[in-house]
């Protein structure tokens, strides 16, 4: 596993994507390639996936007209269709819209210290195995004044990060009842613009209540200003979206399912195998550590495996199939005062001081 950087010129958000494309033709391809293996393994050939790209592109460009333009643009420089980048940037509706029920993992927690300052923020990243070859950290700068740094996928417009407004969000993917195939604004979309347009999580909400989604996921979204700072999660499905607050002791944990009491009832059965029960539970256990200042100590409260009770550092089983394995891939932690990214590539069980890097 590799984890990339990349500091896109300032520019229009078709000549950065452009050059983006171009510097990682080749990542981005097998990316692409990956996925439309992906998909067509859990039934969604390609004859299916490019009207539902073209949708999430056409959507995109009504309720982002810059970002559609960023995804054009990254195809034009990686020589791909268009279609072929919005897929990637539609994942999680393609998935949904196949009816994919995979486990699915990802644990975030974001503690606001009691003494004061900004929120801190942990999460692991667990994705399919197959898919981690090559990650990316990358800098964008949407307007001039304002950077966007977020950690992503080749191909993919966001994913977790942090703006210079001091404005954070991580992600976890969600599966309700109400998920469909009337593909609507691309999940990673609406994080890519909280981080290009909100100075506070009044207005990522705000933002993300403004989107038609057609596929579930949860934002957490975290600010430094203004004493403890400000977090929220904002659980997005077709139903609606639900604004969770941290608890009396200023902490807010998620994993994958919903937590809102009116969605929750919506929410696709949970698979027998899935630990995001016990990873909450597990969260809420470890809420001390995870609201150490520093983020190398706030990993080490994510070192958990499944035969440690609850798999927050999840590792493949190599019997399965390649779309039924699960790993941590990243662990990340956002600095919102310095407006810069934490992380290490690969689980909890790997890091140590020398494989940490901020960006």
Known sequence: MTVHTFVSPAAGPAERARAFGAAWRAEIGANLEGYLRLFAAVGAPADRVRPWSEAALDQTAAWAPALAEEITGI???????????????????????????????????????AGGGAPRTTQTWDW?????????????EPRPGHTVRCFTEFGVLGKIGVNSAG????????????????????????????????????????IARSARVSASSVITVAAAGGGRGEARCLELCPQGVAELHPDDDGVLLHTNHFLDPVLAEGQQPILDDSSTHPRLAALGDRAAALGAQDPLERAGALLDHEADG??????????????????????????????????????????????????
């Open 310 to 359: 609850s798999g927050i550092c999840c590792h493949p089983d190599p019997a399965k199939p390649f779309h039924e394995r699960w790993q941590t891939l990243l662990t990340i932690a956002l600095d919102l005062e310095n407006a810069r990214l934490a992380y290490h590539g690969g689980g909890p069980c790997t890091a140590a001081p020398d494989t940490w890097h901020t960006f």
């Open 128 to 140: 399919h195995d197959a898919l981690g070859a090559d990650l990316v950290v990358w800098a964008v």
């Open 167 to 206: 404005v954070g969000v991580h992600f976890n993917i969600l599966r309700h009842t109400s998920d469909h195939a009337g593909i609507g604004v691309p999940v990673h979309v609406v994080a890519r613009r909280i981080l290009d347009d909100a100075a506070s999580v009044a207005e990522a909400a705000e």
């Open 75 to 113: 195809a034009a420089g990686a020589g791909i269709e268009p279609w072929q980048a919005a897929a990637l940037n539609a994942r999680t509706e393609i998935l949904a819209a196949a009816g994919h029920r995979g486990r699915g993992e990802c644990s975030t927690a974001v503690v606001l210290p």
